[in-house]
């Protein structure tokens, strides 16, 4: 993927994402861009959060990273990308809310199995 590419993601698309999961969960939970930092570092969006302790459900703090498919990142400059993108952030809430058990995140006591989760190669579909 090009670096104009990445850069056009990141000013076009992973900022909405960041703000579309920020509407979910409010204040309680941070979510930021981490811009792309060359190869095997792609953009990421990071979903982190301090523990709530007496619901912790496992042992470790929110500590999760987003990642797309290259191909699923250039697809959304193409003539149907915009549509495509809008519906895949309607969608987002119960996307996010579905990763919760297979990944073992629980977003309500902002908790983990796992150090770090990386949800990586994600598409944009609905």
């Known amino acids: 993927m ?3 590419i990445v850069q056009r993601f990141e000013a076009q698309f992973a ?9 979910v969960f409010g204040e309680r939970i941070k979510v930021e861009v981490i811009p792309n930092q060359g190869s095997g570092h792609p953009t990421r969006v990071h979903i982190h ?18 990642t797309w498919d290259g191909g699923e990142i250039e697809a959304l400059f193409s ?10 952030l309607a969608a987002l809430p119960n996307k996010i809310f ?16 796992e150090v770090s989760v990386l949800l990586g190669g994600l598409d944009f579909e609905s």
Do not use: C, H, M
């Open 98 to 113: 579905a990763w919760q058990v297979p990944r073992q995140i629980d977003f309500r006591s902002r908790t983990q199995a």
């Open 2 to 4: 090009s670096q104009e």
């Open 15 to 23: 900022l909405r994402i960041a703000q579309a999961i920020s509407g």
């Open 49 to 66: 959060g301090v523990p709530i302790e007496p619901l912790g459900r496992f042992a470790y703090p929110l500590n999760a990273y987003l």
């Open 79 to 88: 003539a149907n990308g915009e549509a495509k993108f809008a519906r895949y």
